[in-house]
Nanobody, 127 residues
Framework: QVRLVDSGGGLVQPGGSLRLSCAVS????????MAWFRQAPGKEREFVAG????????HTRDSVKGRFAISRDRGTNTGYLQMNNLKPEDTAVYYC????????????????????WGQGTQVTVSS
C-alpha cells in the first residue's frame, strides 16, 4: 500500500520561500504520477502542480507559474514543491497526491484522478 507523508509547511512572510516534501513508502516514484493540491479555509481543493510518470511533463496552475516548481528525487523516493515569492493568497493546507495510473495532461488537475493522499501540511503567508 502506497503511503504519502507531507511535510515542510510553516509560517513565512510575503516574498519568502518554502519547500514542501512528500515522502513515498510502499511504492516507487518512477511508477507514480503525482501532484500537489491546496485547500484554503472555506474554499474547494484546487490543483497546484502535477508531474507525469515520465518525469518530463509537468503542469502548473497559472497563478503560481514562475513561482512554484514540482520535482521529485528517485534516490530518496520523495516529491517536492518549491514555492518562491509566496503571497498571502497562497495560504492553505497543501496535500500531495499520487496515482499508479497514467493520467493524461487534462486529468492531472482533477482530484479524483489520484488514489493516494498525504495528510496535508499548513502553509501560512503573513507579515
Amino acid at each position: 500500500q502506497v503511503r504519502l507523508v507531507d511535510s515542510g509547511g510553516g509560517l513565512v512572510q510575503p516574498g519568502g520561500s518554502l519547500r514542501l516534501s512528500c515522502a513515498v513508502s510502499g511504492g516507487t516514484l518512477s511508477t507514480l504520477a503525482m501532484a500537489w493540491f491546496r485547500q484554503a479555509p472555506g474554499k474547494e481543493r484546487e490543483f497546484v502542480a502535477g508531474i507525469k510518470r515520465s518525469f518530463s511533463a509537468t503542469h502548473t496552475r497559472d497563478s503560481v507559474k514562475g513561482r512554484f516548481a514540482i520535482s521529485r528525487d528517485r534516490g530518496t523516493n520523495t516529491g517536492y514543491l518549491q514555492m518562491n515569492n509566496l503571497k498571502p493568497e497562497d495560504t492553505a493546507v497543501y496535500y500531495c497526491a499520487a496515482t499508479s495510473g497514467s493520467p493524461i495532461s487534462s486529468s492531472l488537475g482533477v482530484a479524483s484522478t489520484y488514489d493516494y493522499w498525504g495528510q496535508g501540511t499548513q502553509v501560512t503567508v503573513s507579515s
